[in-house]
């Protein structure tokens, strides 16, 4: 697909801090596929204040050949994650729970054996980008794509978000303690600035402490550009 980024919007808008990315260095050789709810128990084992703040959300891990999202190995039975020194652990937290956060650093979490030690981290802003994406999006039960797609129209629009382009992709199960969840990728373009940094923000669904509904930077050919002018 051909998929081009328009910047010019709110160019002069600038992007708050309040909500920020973390990006933690980790120890950890490999993980499982669908590691999402351990994550986040192991997360929240460490750091229970976590439940209480209504913009938390965990990313689910990626390495390097999935970053894009739009790649994932298939049977999670079987494969694992082959875990990279550069790869990062990224929570999404208020800034002024920066000074909390650090009592995370030097755990080593188990994630169903697979022991991830945590480092330190730097922190990111959010992306003024219009296109963004969630690699994870519950899909409440839905399974046909059309009306998924309506029902995440709905929900932008009750954040006063106008939808103009929105692509998903195929479904995935995760495992919980509630039983098997359905998701599917969700790909939302053409928004304002601000809105695309309110969705960054707030999310969509409530099950971003599992990394759905958790929404980052698309970088397409337009952004590219720019940042390849900037730099």
């Keep these: 697909m051909y998929w081009q980024e328009d910047d010019n919007k709110g160019e002069k808008f600038q992007v708050p801090e309040d909500i920020v990315d973390l990006l933690f260095k980790i120890e950890c050789k490999s993980l499982p596929l669908d590691h999402g709810f351990v994550l986040s128990e192991q997360i929240l084992q460490q750091i229970p204040w976590m439940k ?11 390495v390097a050949e999935s970053a894009n999202g739009w790649m994932r190995p298939e049977n999670s039975a079987t494969e694992v994650l082959n875990v990279s020194r550069r790869t990062k652990m990224i929570l999404r937290l208020p800034s002024t729970r920066l000074e909390d956060i650090k009592s995370l650093t030097g755990k080593t979490l188990d994630i169903d054996g697979h022991p991830l030690k945590v480092g330190g981290f730097t922190t990111r802003k959010l992306s003024r980008l219009t296109t963004i994406f969630a ?10 794509d059309h009306q ?15 939808v103009k382009k929105m692509l998903s992709g195929k479904l995935l199960t995760h495992r919980t303690d509630q039983g098997e969840l359905m998701t599917r990728k969700l790909m939302v373009s053409d928004l304002d600035v601000t809105e695309s940094v309110l969705l960054q923000e707030q999310g969509l669904g409530d099950k971003q402490l599992l990394g759905m509904g958790v929404f980052m930077p698309h970088k397409g050919i337009d952004a590219v550009n720019k940042e390849q002018e900037k730099s």
């Design 52 to 62: 209480d703040e209504p913009q938390a959300a965990i990313h689910q891990i990626h």
């Design 135 to 144: 690699r994870y999006m519950d899909t409440q039960g839905i399974e046909d």
């Design 148 to 162: 998924f797609l309506q029902n995440m129209h709905q929900q932008l629009l009750d954040k006063n978000i106008k």
